[in-house]
């Protein structure tokens, strides 16, 4: 029986640091989306914060902010998370809890780690919705996969997401056009409600903080659908591979 063989390439992509909702914010390790890949199947986004001590960072405190086009996927490992969106949902996301949150047509909600924990410890990922589901209702869902095994894997897959997506702060959409007035209608005071609809209950850690979070200037060149290369390992990136088979 052969003993050898042969190295399978693999990609290996490495997480960047960024603030979550402001420069003084907790800081979140952030895989996807970067300029090699943007996309895993229809997996769009992947945050992963902590682990983090609350009482030295002040936590996660996002003020209400808007989504369209995706959903977004809240999965704890340590802590607590209290959410509050525009369906007048209010709930709590714990250790093996998942929250399931639809933007559709478009939403808003916040996120802020509760008085309760101490070390905060999870992930947020975002799928893009397709065309048949992106201008749809809000919709939220609680699912818990608790049970008896300690055990925690993330493996993100899918088959290619054929359309082209548009992806600028928290808004996925297809086209430049797209994500510019959908800025332009959260900034809207007036008329954000009409899109986004109102979160209500937010209580943040800093009470002179913002109330929400108004969305950044744009850039002035067209914002590009994104391209992703082949979901083939490119050899040169596998540092297992043998040197004298590259």
Known sequence: M???????????????????????????HRTLPQRRRSLIGAWCFCDHYGPDHVAATGGMDVAPHPHTGLQTVTWLFTGEIRHDDAQDVHAVVRPGEVNLMTAGAGTCHSEV?????????GVQLWTVLPEDAR??????????????LQARLILLGGEPFAEEVVMWWNFVGRSDEEIRSYREQWNDLDHAAERFGVTEGYVGHDQEGPRRLPAPVMPETPVRARTNPAPVARPGDDPYRPKDAR
């Open 113 to 121: 780690s509760t008085e309760e924990t101490d070390i905060l410890d």
């Open 135 to 148: 201008h749809g209702p809000r919709r939220f869902d609680h699912l818990v996969n608790t049970g008896d």
């Open 2 to 28: 052969s003993t050898t063989s042969e190295a399978v390439p693999v990609e290996i992509i490495t997480a960047r640091d960024v603030p979550l909702g402001g420069p003084r914010a907790m800081t979140v």
